[in-house]
């Protein structure tokens, strides 16, 4: 059996590798068209930050172990341009422009999402750059230091854009972020926006929400983005709007897509084609509170969905549960984590929501060290089901969003959330854990 | 109504103060037999440990507030010595010496719990001390001061146990620990409880196992401690051999007593006596996973069975569903935390388990900081439920376990555990959560 992969990053090589550990004698190919395969992509805004860190140190694996140790016939500088489904067959070009052909038994996508570049002028200048890839990642390393950039624009402001303007602090850069978007964190409650809004307005970054970006252009060394009434200046300009999976080839190729142009496949990873899975940032997923189709593309999933595709290739039938879009990140002294629904999510998803903002402290009374914790805590007023909740705090936030995670995943009421026997310690939170503290004011409204 | 509380601490103060807000006409009486009420009893380790905190600070409201602000009768230096239930009557004395009579209509008996103090020679001298009360905690404190003690010896090794060594060796106190028991932390599995180890001997514990203590004397300024082939000097003893249920006067009384000695109770904390209400350390409760009876003496436990027993004394029926017997500590560098049940718990309670103990890491692959997590996770082979987790590690390991207590109180399976969409980031935990990477190894035992 032919079992071949396209991309070669979290969703790839776990199933390629999964594969050839649950069937040893399976061909495995996988075809990436970069010259990395399985890196930390997430881990690049912290690398950045430290120039002493070196930057392949996120390489998990590298290429040579997975074909020496693993026996995967891995093919990198391979980019597929065409599947022909019924013929079985990729067509490609690999990276000195010779083209191949593989033919394959089980196909599995796993291409990714890209950042999205607007089609404006000047962001194709050198000085403009986004976190694509491995090499994109060590090239805006390089340029920092060969360049000496003393400023930064980051247009966009979601999670990379975020830790990317710590990384950019802590080289020193003088960082402005600037969206089209009106609101700074839209998906985040705005009581719990504004801490974050404060902590990094506080470590010297200028934040301009509500410009739409019209063009950038060249200027001495640098460059100058010019948006409706406001221009900035920077020696770098970072493009971080969020990303978009990278479905073309699937869609030509004939295979249906779903929500946000992620291929759409079943809770088995399967797309439309029988013979071909989907998974990771180009393929959507079940959400485990609404139970419809939505795309969140995080890493965890990616890696999970590339085992569950290998254990379905290799016959252990196995069924993906679904997504809670659980997250966190770190953005200067604040943790920030979400899981679930916020409020607007759940009244689209047609829930009845009730939803509450608490501040509770971090540690016990009398234990010094405490700080703040912001929780907002979403419910359906009609069934009590817990929906969603956001935390921001400098301590205490990122794990203990976990136990929200779970209680998603068992659909559990705010009741009986609030019963659940939390861990109490002086040093790591209250008696009452903030969650329950917001289980049993939520609790109030239902 | 006149509802009447003994003891004013987690239990009762938080039933007195909800009763007072649902009911502000009702008459509620508490009677505390020390002259401290509503304390972070759990933050005195920590508070002996630091010479400039003041102790008061672990008082969360002062007497004088629930009785002016809360209009409760708050009668403190009032012991309780006998029920009578036909009457409906208590009696006891006062720390004046003055008998004392209260009538009631509902009673709550919230008496906490004691430390065990064997009945040997020497451990009524005055340098043998317990965390009994913040009175004791703040005796031991200024007594450390006063006597400029030098070496302390400390009989047991539970929490408290450790929490205090902790606090001894940060006043500079060469601290020896010392118990009964052959081995270290029973209750922990062996590969765990051998990291602990480790940390507080290389902080300079010394530990010894194993050692039958026979008597204390008065030596010089301070004691010795005399075990069969052991003796230690110190100036000062802490007793933590753990705690006693202070049940004595309901079991007087004639109220029905369960495991552990503690005051038998329903899910709504009802007594064997329809008008006599138990919670808090005094008092049993129904475990989450096995559904029957237990004793864990526990704060979270304590203040929500405080309030659940003044909303049903007031008309709101609230069913308790049980505890998971949830409980982190730190000592040293080390997070410590446990919900559920341990391999040979799981075995009494009749479960046929499978366990597992995995080493991962706190950080993502390439994040700098990153320490080792142990986790040691339990399940039940025949229906795969999970059944209780352990962790130590110097990060990340008292708000994860929170994840555990909630998958336990929902009956999980650990199939299903392993599909929850944990938070992921590269500073707080790989991609796979430790959580997760025990979960499959568990998984594959099933």
Redesign the interface.
């Given at each position: 059996m032919r079992f071949v992969i396209i991309g070669g990053d979290?969703a790839g090589m776990s199933a390629a590798s999964r594969a050839k550990r649950l069937r040893p004698d399976m061909e495995v190919t996988v075809l990436e068209q970069t010259r990395d395969v399985s890196y930390?992509a997430?881990?690049m805004p912290?690398?950045i930050a430290?120039p002493e860190?070196d930057m392949e140190?996120?390489?998990?694996r590298k290429a040579e172990v997975f074909i020496k140790t693993n026996k995967i016939n891995l093919l990198t500088g391979h980019r597929v341009t065409a599947i022909d489904r019924r013929a079985k067959r990729l067509s490609g070009i690999k990276v000195d422009g010779d083209a191949f052909d593989v033919d394959y038994d089980q196909l599995f996508i796993a291409t990714g999402a890209t950042p999205v570049i607007p089609d404006l002028p000047g962001f194709d200048l050198p000085q403009v750059m986004a976190l694509k890839s491995l090499e994109q990642g060590k090239f805006i390393k390089s340029y920092i230091a060969r360049q000496g950039v003393k400023t930064a624009v980051i247009i966009g402001m979601g999670y990379i854009a975020l830790e990317m303007c710590e990384a950019f602090e802590k080289r020193g850069i003088k960082t402005s972020m600037v969206k089209p978007g009106s609101v700074f964190l839209p998906w985040l409650a705005p009581d719990l926006a504004d801490v974050i809004y404060k902590e990094i307005v506080d470590k010297g970054v200028d934040v301009y929400s509500g410009h739409v970006i019209q063009k950038i252009e060249s200027r001495d060394k640098g460059v100058r983005v010019t948006c409706k009434n406001l221009t900035l200046d920077a020696d770098l300009v970072l493009v971080a709007m969020g990303v978009t999976p990278c479905s073309e080839t699937a869609k030509a190729g004939g295979l249906e897509l779903g929500i946000s142009n992620a291929i759409a496949v079943d809770p088995y990873l399967k797309t439309s084609d029988q013979n071909i899975y989907a998974a990771g940032d180009c393929a959507d997923a079940y959400h485990?509170v609404t139970g419809k189709k939505c795309w969140i593309p995080?890493?965890?999933?990616a890696?999970?969905a590339g085992w569950a595709v290998a254990d379905n290739i290799c016959g252990i039938l196995t069924r993906?549960?679904?997504?809670?879009?659980?997250?966190?990140?770190?953005v200067f002294s604040l943790?920030v984590?979400r899981?679930g629904l916020n409020f607007k999510e759940a009244v689209e998803s047609g829930f009845d929501p009730v939803e509450t903002s608490v501040e509770t402290r971090s540690r016990?009374?009398?234990?010094?060290g405490s700080t703040s914790i912001y929780i907002h805590m979403v419910a359906d007023k009609k069934t009590g089901r817990l929906l969603g909740t956001q935390m921001v705090g400098k301590e205490?936030v990122?794990?203990?969003?976990?136990?929200v995670?779970?209680?998603?995943?068992?659909k559990?009421t705010v009741a009986?959330?609030f019963?659940?026997?939390?861990?109490?310690?002086?040093?790591?939170?209250p008696?009452?854990?903030p969650?329950l503290t917001a289980a049993t004011q939520l609790a109030k409204k239902i």
């Open positions: 979290a930390s997430c881990g912290y690398n430290d860190r140190k996120l390489v998990v485990i995080l890493a965890l999933r890696n999970r993906l549960q679904g997504v809670a879009g659980t997250a966190v990140f770190k943790e984590a899981s016990a009374h009398g234990q010094p205490g990122a794990h203990r969003i976990n136990a995670a779970v209680a998603l995943h068992c559990m009986d959330f019963q659940t026997d939390l861990a109490y310690a002086p040093p790591f939170g008696v009452w854990d969650l």
